[in-house]
């Protein structure tokens, strides 16, 4: 009988104390930076990559300044945190949900017909010769780092 409320407590705590995380994969999120020089707060309703409850990648359009990566951070239960890029750029960061919800912006304000959006492999090549691995949003099929 002790055994059995043992067991069945064991259970009760393990599930209670699990934390559920997201998916790996990309997802909506409102970046916000001071861009250098500027001194101003910008703002972005941008793709980020998540993988095992980090976020590892930023997809920032092509011309962005800061083409370093950003160091994995673990994101929180509310989806607020600050993150940082090898280069010492501070990224305030909220999660905002799937990358839908920020075509659905972009589009709101640009207009954008739905069906022209399409995710592709970037096309830049690393140091090694290999094409990116990265996936992208941006037009000229390049990523932010390229």
Not at 103 to 122: A, F, H, I
């Amino acid at each position: 009988m002790i055994l059995k409320y043992f067991i069945l407590f064991t259970l009760l705590v393990t599930t209670i104390g699990c934390k559920k995380t997201p998916p790996d994969g990309d997802y909506c999120a409102k970046v916000s930076f001071v861009k250098a020089g500027n001194k101003r707060l910008t703002s972005y309703d941008i793709i980020v990559e998540v993988k095992k409850n980090e976020l590892v990648d930023i997809l920032f359009p092509v011309d962005h300044q800061d083409s370093s990566s950003i160091k994995p951070v673990t994101i929180p239960e509310n989806g607020k945190f600050t993150a940082v890029s090898e280069s010492g750029i501070v990224y305030k960061i909220e999660m905002k949900g799937t990358p839908e919800k920020c075509l659905q912006t972009s589009r709101k304000k640009k207009n954008e017909n739905p069906l022209k959006t399409k995710k592709v492999q970037c096309k830049g090549k690393n140091k090694d010769g290999k094409r990116c691995q990265r996936l992208t949003y941006n037009k000229s099929g390049f990523c932010w780092q390229h």
